[in-house]
């Protein structure tokens, strides 16, 4: 494996936040969940979405399979389109390229873009509710209950 090179800093700390913020757009997977979907060693995913990496981490070798990993947990639990979650694999390249290259970043996630979000009709209806907060995907809301065993749920 070739060495990433070495950053000045900042594209490398505004690149770790972007991959901290997409872990969080995918509700948080587990380490575990995301190094068997990724093959990353447990320990990196942890640095990786921990935004404790001190060097640019390497494309192909870990930043991508992350991605790929986070899109799938978005599409296994019913949370739309991952390119609208997370962003387009595309759009995380440049903002890679430009972190290693020195030049100022793009946020390749969707709401730091100029496109509107999607009118409330264009959401899947409500399945339930947890302290106010709507639940949309019965997935979601059937792991959820398994999680919170015992606490008052709004169905």
Not at 14 to 36: D, E, I, M, T, V
Not at 41 to 62: A, F
Not at 86 to 94: D, E
Not at 131 to 142: A, M, P, Q, T
Request: aromatic share 6%; proline share 12%; glycine share 10%.
């Amino acid at each position: 494996m070739a060495q990433p090179p070495a950053d000045s800093g900042q594209g490398m700390q505004a690149f770790a936040g972007y991959l901290a913020r997409a872990h969080a757009a995918a509700w948080n997977p587990s380490a575990a969940w995301l190094q068997r979907e990724s093959g990353i060693p447990q320990t990196t995913v942890e640095t990786l979405v921990g935004g404790r990496r001190k060097r640019l981490p390497d494309w192909s070798e870990q930043v991508e399979p992350l991605l790929r990993a986070l899109r799938r947990k978005v599409e296994q639990d019913d949370r739309g389109d991952p390119d609208v979650v997370l962003g387009p694999l595309g759009a995380w390249k440049r903002a890679y390229d430009d972190a290693q290259n020195h030049r100022p970043l793009t946020c390749p996630l969707p709401g730091s873009s100029p496109h509107p979000p999607p009118p409330d009709g264009d959401l899947p209806p409500v399945v339930g509710t947890y302290k106010g907060i709507e639940i949309r995907s019965e997935k979601v809301l059937l792991e959820f209950l398994r999680m919170r065993r015992g606490e008052d749920f709004d169905e």
